[in-house]
């Protein structure tokens, strides 16, 4: 200590000497790389569910609208060629390019009923659709119709079907409700032609 200087002064000195400063301890190179290296994992995690969750939702959307969707076959309108609870894919492509055919197995989506419905198509735009004694009549011609299907005795009145109409039935025929009570068909209200019967599985089938 410098012996000149006063008492009070020394105390002064000896506060400012680097003695007496604070120093933070150091944190170790192990601990900030430990801690980098977490934040990085969680990051990486994070990315890469964004990569493939939200590409996945894209494409199941975009197929669920313009591609295939699943239903399910409720009621017994179809049977015996589809039978309750039975499960589709309905193909939702194939009429943007094509209108609907005789005889292709459609779901349909009408805005009076509470779920959507599956039926055949028997008559299309522009043609006269009869029914006599279970027997159906195209343009006055008896359609010979391959497909198992219900041929109760009944009869109905000639229809003539407008451009973009459609008539359908239940293979069921005396257990459907068809166009014989809702009237044709629009072109809109056909959601798409039943393509795949998946489940159960020792029942799977492409129509």
Do not use: C
């Not at 209108?99 to 292709?104: A, E, H, S, V, W």
């Not at 009923?113 to 008559?123: F, I, P, S, T, W």
Request: hydrophobic share 40%; glycine share 6%.
């Amino acid at each position: 200590m410098n012996k000149d200087l006063t008492p009070y002064e020394s105390n002064l000195e000896e506060q400012a000497s680097p003695e007496a400063t604070f120093s933070p301890e150091p944190v170790s190179g192990a601990e900030e790389t430990e801690k980098r290296g977490g934040d990085s994992t969680w990051k990486a995690i994070f990315s890469d569910m964004f990569q493939v969750i939200i590409p996945a939702l894209a494409l199941a959307l975009v197929v669920h609208l313009f591609l295939a969707q699943a239903t399910v076959v409720y009621g017994q309108s179809m049977e015996p060629n589809l039978v309750q609870y039975q499960r589709l894919v309905v193909d939702k492509i194939s009429y943007r390019f094509h209108p609907p055919q005789r005889d292709d197995i459609v779901v349909l989506d009408l805005p009076q009923m509470d779920e959507m419905l599956v039926k055949r198509v028997v008559g299309l735009p522009g043609e006269t659709v009869s029914i006599d004694d279970g027997v159906l009549y195209i343009d006055g011609v008896a359609h010979p119709e391959a497909f198992p299907h219900d041929m109760v005795a009944y009869d109905m009145a000639p229809v003539v079907l407008p451009p973009l109409y459609y008539f359908v039935l239940g293979d069921n025929r005396g257990n459907s409700n068809d166009s014989r009570s809702f009237g044709p068909v629009h072109r809109d209200s056909i959601v798409g032609r039943v393509w795949l019967r998946y489940w159960p599985l020792d029942q799977a089938t492409i129509f």
